[in-house]
Nanobody, 114 residues
Framework: QVQFVESGGGLVQPGGSLRLSCAASGGIFRPYVMGWYRQPPGKPRELVARITSGHTTTYSDSVKGRFTISRDNAKNMVYLQMNGLKPEDTAVYYC????????WGQGTQVTVSS
């Protein structure tokens, strides 16, 4: 069973940037479509972006043009570059396979506030 550990979150002002990282361990990583998900306070978890093993990407409308998902299959890593952050991007961010397995890690908190 592949496990994921997220990092890179923090407090940032509106318009700022963060880069999230997801480290995969415990299994084969390369074949899977990977996703970044987020759960805003009091709201359900949602898919933000996904990337195939061949690096084809898809984004939700709310982050398109601001966020970039990438992966390094050799290092078993997935990244989420977030630019132009808005207060509504405040959430706990998680990575998982796509479709999600439901075996969530601890996530990483992103707070966008002035």
């Amino acid at each position: 069973q592949v496990q994921f550990v997220e990092s890179g979150g923090g407090l940032v002002q509106p318009g700022g940037s963060l880069r999230l990282s997801c480290a995969a361990s415990g299994g084969i990583f390369r074949p899977y479509v990977m996703g970044w998900y987020r759960q805003p306070p009091g709201k359900p978890r949602e898919l933000v972006a996904r990337i195939t093993s061949g690096h084809t990407t898809t984004y939700s409308d709310s982050v398109k043009g601001r966020f970039t998902i990438s992966r390094d299959n050799a290092k078993n890593m997935v990244y989420l570059q977030m630019n132009g952050l808005k207060p509504e991007d405040t959430a706990v961010y998680y990575c998982d396979k796509y479709p999600a397995t439901g075996y969530w890690g601890q996530g990483t908190q992103v707070t966008v506030s002035s």
